[in-house]
């Protein structure tokens, strides 16, 4: 884990503080004009399309990446597609450890995450790769709300410095922090934002296909997620510094 810098992280949390009212548009204007082409939008969900929508009204250029884990639904490749379509944006995708996939599958097969817990799993198919692509940049912005997932997302701020990526200079941004999925969906029906035609099917969060399922009317979004696992464990190491994330608010 990188070593935090103490005066960046001084700086954020006033940053955070001073924003921490303000509308993602506000959040994103800030984010895209500090750091201009050294920061990306990463987009799997329907929050990040949100973000995706809103900055392309700010910005023509926006950078976007997402993660292909190789065990995708095919309505989510398809959406791919999709998204690059809508806002002409050169999407980047950043593929599986091919070797520690490999080597997971040689050595426990395609489904040992129900048995041993998605981490491993997760740390070849997308840690890893989400790595590889931070390493290039100087901040990131992410579809994180704070209603997600109650055990590890409550306390988000709306700008962070990632504790879990980069040299200890990264910078997180999390416009959504404080919006409910309403709003984010209230957001795509307005504005005739594209989303994942699993939406229509059940599934509230949507990740790897063996891992996701639709929820029954009532149950908490992220309970289609790694459904055989305790809540406090529904990370997949993406936003593994939000365990550390009180530290610096």
């Not at 700086?11 to 201009?36: H, M, N, V």
Request: aromatic share 10%; charged share 30%.
């Amino acid at each position: 884990m990188p070593e935090p810098n103490p005066e960046l992280i001084k700086e954020i949390k006033q940053l955070a503080e001073g924003y921490k009212d303000s509308s993602p548009q506000e959040i994103l204007e800030y984010a895209l004009k500090r750091f201009d082409n050294g920061i990306s939008i990463a987009f799997s969900g329907a929050e990040d399309v949100v973000l995706i929508d809103m900055a392309s009204k700010i910005k023509a250029d926006v950078s976007v990446f997402s993660l292909d884990t190789g065990r995708l639904h095919p309505e989510t490749y398809k959406f791919f597609d999709v998204v690059r379509d809508k806002y002409n944006i050169p999407l980047e995708i950043f593929f599986a450890n091919r070797e520690k996939t490999e080597e997971l599958v040689l050595n426990k097969g395609m489904f040992s995450f129900y048995k041993d817990g998605h981490e491993e799993c997760c740390g070849a198919r997308k840690v890893d790769p989400l790595r590889r692509s931070l390493s290039t940049r100087a901040a990131w912005i992410t579809g994180q709300r704070k209603d997600q997932s109650p055990n590890t997302r409550a306390s988000i701020p709306v700008i962070e410095v990632d504790s879990a990526f980069g040299d200890g200079t990264l910078v997180k941004f999390n416009p959504l922090a404080n919006w409910t999925s309403k709003q984010v969906w209230d957001h795509i029906r307005e504005n005739d934002v594209p989303y994942n035609e699993l939406h229509g099917k059940g599934y509230a969060s949507i990740g790897c296909e063996p891992c996701t399922r639709p929820v029954l009317p009532g149950q908490h979004e992220r309970e289609g997620r790694w459904w055989w696992e305790e809540a406090t464990k529904k990370e997949c190491g993406l936003h593994s510094g939000n365990k550390l994330v009180e530290d610096q608010i």
